[in-house]
């Protein structure tokens, strides 16, 4: 497993922007696929973006495209989830997650590294 170092969350109001990052405890990374995740109270852990380190092909859930936008720098070996026109409905905890492989999945039991989650509250 990979160790991942989460930030960026906190207080927003709606239409405003949060960046999040996620470091791997590795280096590098190429044969991995990063992912964010966010569990709101009361329901199943949700997925939201993923991107590929070797060829930074991305995927977005259906609800964040457009707004969000992930990415990831080799040199600094951290990924970013930057998140734009918040809405209440983002409110939630953010992970950050890992797999060892190049291929884009989106169910959560496919990723084996985890962060610690940040928390991501939009008011309106």
């Known amino acids: 497993q990979v160790q991942l170092a989460e930030s960026g969350g906190g207080l927003v109001q709606a239409v405003g922007s949060l960046k999040l990052s996620c470091a791997p405890s590795?280096?590098?990374?190429?044969?991995?696929?990063m992912a964010w995740f966010r569990q709101a109270p009361g329901q199943e852990r949700e997925f939201v973006a993923a991107?590929?380190?070797?060829?930074?092909?991305?995927h977005y859930a259906d609800s964040v495209k457009g707004r969000f936008s992930i990415s990831r720098d080799s040199v600094e070996n951290t990924g970013y989830l930057v998140m734009n026109n918040l809405k209440p409905g983002d409110t939630a905890e953010y992970y950050c997650a890992a797999r060892p492989y190049t291929i884009i999945v989106t169910q959560a039991r496919w990723y084996n590294s985890w962060g610690q989650g940040t928390q991501v509250s939009v008011s309106s």
């Open positions: 991107i590929t380190w070797h060829g930074g092909m991305t």
């Open positions: 590795i280096r590098p990374f190429s044969t991995y696929t």
